[in-house]
């Protein structure tokens, strides 16, 4: 079936640094691939997604290409801020169904 | 809008007990899912609806029974609770459109504590 890898955490950042989340996924055709981002206490929200090969999402600086030849979906950010800190969530939708990833906490300190 | 709202936001039963989760959307969404949120597990999908009066598994539904009689409804009932459904819940829903593709939305979770 459809599954998800994302790097795990957590992962410690200080502000203004580079951010890398690492995602691939396996799945049958060719899925949408989201970034979800939780913060404490709260829901899922959805940060940015792709639905085809070559497209960029982007949202609040954060950037993340759909890549079909490496079936990657990696998340960047060129320079977080304290606010950034939460769980972040790769997913793919299928059909019907929506898989996620083990997410990864980020934590930035000033 | 409100959005996804669902009730309670904290629950603590014994094991045996049995209760309904409360979910409601009010943005005319035909599809919503049900999630458990466990450490180091992701989201795993409980139960979900592709419209009033239809219902499927996920990928761990044993212990868990839905209906969906309305399109704004969706509530998750625990028939019997076991120490191992202690978790988050999280009910979602969400739409597939020509122009926007597909978006879920999530409710604030209910943090269910089984003992």
């Known amino acids: 079936g459809d599954s998800v890898t994302q790097m795990e955490g957590p992962v410690t950042l200080s502000e203004e640094a580079f951010l890398t989340i690492n995602c691939t996924y396996t799945a049958t055709g060719y899925p949408s691939l989201f970034w979800y981002v939780q913060y404490p206490g709260e829901g899922l929200q959805l940060l940015l997604k792709a639905t085809k090969a070559d497209d960029k999402g982007s949202n609040k600086g954060f950037e993340a290409t759909y890549r079909k030849e490496t079936t990657s979906f990696h998340l960047e950010k060129g320079s977080v801020q304290v606010s950034d800190s939460a769980v972040y969530f790769c997913?793919?939708?299928?059909?019907?169904?929506?898989?996620f990833g083990t997410g990864t906490k980020l934590q930035v300190i000033p | 809008n409100a959005g996804v709202t669902q009730t309670p936001k904290f629950q603590v039963l014994k094991t045996g007990q049995s209760m309904t989760l409360q979910c409601a959307q009010d943005?005319?969404?035909?599809?919503m899912s049900w999630y458990r949120q466990d450490p180091g597990m992701g989201l795993r999908l409980i139960h979900y609806s592709v419209g009033a009066g239809i219902t499927d598994q996920g990928e761990v539904p044993n212990g868990y029974n839905v209906s969906r009689s309305t399109t704004e409804d969706f509530p998750l009932r625990l028939l019997s609770a076991a120490p191992s459904q202690t978790s988050v819940y999280f009910c979602?829903?969400?739409?597939?459109?020509?122009?926007?593709?597909?978006?879920?939305?999530f409710g604030p979770g209910t943090r269910l504590t089984v003992t």
């Open positions: 997913a793919s939708k299928g059909y019907q169904k929506v898989t």
């Open positions: 943005m005319n969404h035909e599809y």
């Open positions: 979602a829903s969400s739409y597939q459109s020509q122009g926007q593709g597909y978006e879920q939305y």
